[in-house]
């Protein structure tokens, strides 16, 4: 355990950022018995949100907005924490403890939170400034996507990412004619196991989605204003009335490199330590933005997560209402659903892995196990969720795991190891 000091019981705290990392800090926080001035300061309009599901089922939904909220204004107001909305911080003066927001006002804080998540990352190409062409990160995003969805459309998704795949799966499903490009050679390529890839493109092309791999976009066309059609590298073209650019996501640092914080070089996330310290002892950095020393990976790391973004927020309000830390271990967890398929990942696989196949990766109910050398280092499963709880235990810092050789013999199942650990 390591000593990192404690807020004092008035100290005044600010969380810039309303996502959820700002959002369970801040509850958290409260729930530790800080009883100081709590406020958080986002750009977005309305109450903090959730975002998995925009990407799922919030597409075919007609309910509105409040659907996702995490919590009401009832809960903010009982909680004494205070919410402001469409509001953008400008500028932030380390030696003053202080933030400048976009209508001119000042904040001061004793300790700032820098919750800043992630943009959509720009298709650097012709055509993108087109009526039709669309990203999805916000609620805005979402809602604006759901009404072009709401008549048959050809469909292009630029990425075959978790979001691109997600909303190819809700599309298609609604009537639509899908077409996803995709650079790499699979989908979700960063993300899963070959097995993995394989099964999900075969579950896509089985709905009628068309997949392009290993293709790139050249140029978007259009007439009136309005787009028509995605022109690939080899100048095939798709009819397109609406474009979706899913192709990852950029952290928020402007206002952390312009105050001196450091930026990591590697992941671009807001450089901290084990403990979720900035290099302004006055200033933490939680979720997408920020790139901490991880013990599931060899080098910094920078998650795009619902866990990662809750367990850093939790383990941040403890920090700051104990005074002690041991430094951020939980392991990394990640969930989609497709279809009649979800996808449960646990811990951080590598490119250079080998891989042990748990059951038969076409019958829809599989696992594959990530080894770097002996080492087990993630676990991915389809319709497996036993295999997934059983990974997170595992896969936890200190306990013995399975090596390739006990994953290969014939009945080898990650409960029974558990269990035997």
Request: hydrophobic share 40%; with cysteine.
């Amino acid at each position: 355990m390591t000593t990192t000091g404690t807020l004092a019981p008035g100290a005044s705290v600010v969380v810039v950022g309303t996502g959820q990392a700002g959002f369970q800090f801040a509850a958290s926080l409260r729930d530790a018995g800080h009883t100081g001035p709590l406020t958080l300061v986002g750009d977005e309009p309305g109450l903090p949100y959730q975002r998995p599901p925009l990407s799922k089922a919030y597409l075919g939904a007609t309910a509105d907005g409040s659907a996702v909220l995490l919590r009401t204004e009832a809960f903010y107001t009982s909680r004494d924490i205070r919410v402001r909305p469409r509001t953008r911080v400008s500028a932030l003066d380390t030696a003053a403890r202080r933030l400048e927001l976009s209508g001119g006002e000042r904040l001061h804080y004793d300790h700032l939170v820098l919750a800043t998540g992630t943009r959509a990352r720009p298709l650097p190409v012709p055509g993108t400034d087109l009526a039709g062409v669309a990203v999805l990160r916000t609620l805005t995003d979402a809602d604006s996507l759901r009404v072009a969805l709401a008549e048959p459309r050809d469909v292009v998704i630029i990425g075959g990412g978790f979001i691109g795949m997600e909303v190819a799966a809700a599309a298609v499903v609604r009537g639509h004619r899908v077409t996803v490009v995709e650079s790499l050679d699979r989908p979700m390529a960063r993300a899963v196991a070959p097995a993995i890839s394989g099964y999900l493109t075969e579950l896509h092309r089985s709905h009628g989605v068309r997949l392009l791999l290993g293709r790139a976009v050249r140029e978007l066309h259009g007439s009136s204003g309005a787009v028509r059609s995605v022109e690939l590298d080899d100048g095939e073209k798709i009819d397109a009335d609406l474009v979706l650019i899913g192709i990852g996501a950029l952290p928020n640092t402007d206002l952390a490199a312009e105050a001196g914080l450091g930026v990591c070089p590697v992941t671009g996330g807001i450089e901290v330590d084990e403990h979720l310290r900035t290099s302004d002892p006055h200033i933490s950095a939680i979720g997408d933005c920020a790139s901490y020393p991880s013990v599931h990976a060899p080098g910094p790391t920078r998650l795009e997560s619902v866990q990662n973004a809750v367990d850093h927020a939790r383990h941040l309000a403890a920090r700051l209402t104990t005074g002690v830390s041991a430094g951020y271990r939980s392991v990394p967890w990640f969930w989609t659903h497709q279809y009649d398929a979800k996808l449960q990942i646990a811990g951080l696989g590598t490119p250079g892995d080998d891989h042990v196949l748990l059951g038969d990766d076409t019958s829809g109910s599989f696992s594959v196990l990530r080894f770097s050398g002996d080492r087990l280092v993630a676990v991915e499963s389809v319709n497996k969720p036993s295999d997934h709880m059983a990974a997170r235990k595992i896969l936890a810092p200190g306990g013995r795991r399975p090596e390739p050789t006990d994953a290969r013999q014939d009945g080898f199942e990650l409960r029974t190891f558990l269990r035997g650990r």
